[in-house]
């Protein structure tokens, strides 16, 4: 009896090395860069170094420049004050140095990016699904963060990136036109016919992640959370051309205290392809946002927020909206299986962060899960609600 007790402590103890161990801990290295920076080109070359690598996820963020957005803009003004060439890795604090290499010295990248490889995940990030929706109008990206240690009440936020693997169409400044030997050497100054590789296109939680996306106060080893990001797919996107980053962030005040906790990447028109199996990802919180292309006008996008409480509920409901435009808003309430249980109501939202009273407008509804929509002219949000 106690021979096999031992055989079964065993296999059990393999089979959880064996699960851990398919999770694995990804780095995010982000080139801040601009087209009007001839010491640029520099650092795609050391890029190359660790490029053959699946566990490295390169993006790079421009700044002044025409393919800046404002999430880029604020990450460089956080970290460099603009100035580039520089690295983030993991957005993660080395010997009192969060910018690796505020310049080209590239063994200092890749030291610091073995060191982030080197460290057990603390977290396992997943895609969920990713479906077209809305008439294939929208692009919805359901997201699963499972905690593999706890984190407390820690702020940690789920954001997602929109790449572009590759961008041509715009001319790139190059000091190394004439350094023998380079391999931008007689390229021209500026190279016209550039390819930037890993544009950063947006950020849908923001620079520094989506405020709220995970809820609770003490976060617990072995919880899972989810969200869902929903968007309007641009005209003129090619589909094996974009790449979504999906990532978990630790925020703090102290940018000492930041970091990319884990993230993950899949091709855009793979992941379309995909037979998700991901029941009820309707019933996550959803952010809606928009998307900018290159030479839009960057004017603030910040992600609509949407905060229900007390939930659970037993009676009257609150909601607060965050980063809204002053416009009419409907809110409805429907069961889990599409039933409308509370008619639209209209309310007229005079500043960017309201509170919506729906106090006794639920009072009479039975116990059960139910789906809160709140809607405008561009955005449908969905909210679970629990009556008790």
């Known amino acids: 009896m106690i021979k096999y007790i031992s055989v079964f402590i065993i296999q059990y103890l393999l089979l959880s090395v064996f699960v851990q161990a398919q999770i694995n801990k990804k780095v995010l290295v982000e080139n801040i860069s601009g087209t009007w920076c001839g010491l640029c080109p520099e650092a795609d070359v050391i ?16 700044v002044e420049d025409q393919l800046e957005i404002e999430e880029t803009a604020d990450i460089g003004d956080e970290y460099t004050g603009g100035g580039v060439p520089a690295f983030l890795i993991d957005r993660h604090k080395f010997d009192n140095n969060i910018v690796v290499s505020y310049g080209l010295e590239s ?9 982030r490889l080197n460290e057990v995940p603390k977290i396992a990030v997943r895609f969920r699904e990713v479906k077209l929706v809305n008439n294939n109008q929208h ?24 790449v572009q693997k590759e961008l041509g ?64 797919i641009p005209n003129n996107w090619g589909w094996d051309n974009i790449e979504l980053i999906a990532m978990v962030q630790q925020y703090n005040e102290a940018e000492t205290n930041r970091n990319i906790l884990n993230l ?10 995909i037979n998700w199996d991901a029941d009820n990802t309707n019933n996550s919180d959803t952010a809606m946002v928009s998307i900018l292309q290159p030479n839009e006008n960057a004017q603030s996008r910040a992600t609509l927020l949407v905060n229900v409480f007390p939930n659970p509920s037993s009676d009257g409901i609150k909601v607060q909206l965050l ?16 039933q409308k249980i509370l008619d639209k ?20 509804v039975q116990a059960g899960l139910y789906l809160l929509k709140i809607e405008n002219e561009q955005t449908n949000i969905v909210k679970k609600v629990i009556i008790k």
């Not at 993950?264 to 392809?273: G, S, V």
């Not at 109501?345 to 009479?364: I, R």
């Open 264 to 273: 993950e990447k899949i091709n855009m028109q793979n992941a379309l392809q």
């Open 47 to 62: 890029l190359s170094q660790i490029n053959n690598n699946e566990n490295i996820i390169n993006v790079s963020l421009h």
């Open 169 to 232: 169409g715009y001319p790139q400044s190059n000091f190394f036109d004439h350094i023998d030997g380079h391999p931008y050497q007689g390229t021209g100054n500026p190279i016209q016919n550039y390819v930037h590789k890993n544009v950063v296109l947006d950020m849908l939680g923001g620079a520094w992640g989506s405020y709220g996306s995970f809820v609770g106060n003490q976060l617990q080893k072995g919880d899972k959370f989810y969200y869902n990001y929903e968007f309007v």
């Open 139 to 162: 692009l919805r990206v359901a997201l699963e963060a499972e905690l593999l240690e706890n984190y407390g009440n820690n702020d940690l936020r789920f954001n997602l990136m929109i």
């Open 345 to 364: 109501k209209t309310f007229l939202l005079q500043s960017p962060n309201e509170l919506v009273d729906l106090n006794g407008s639920v009072s009479d």
């Open 323 to 338: 980063n809204w435009p002053s416009q009419t808003i409907y809110v409805s309430l429907v069961s889990d299986s599409g």
């Open 107 to 115: 063994e200092n990248v890749v030291a610091a990016v073995n060191e």
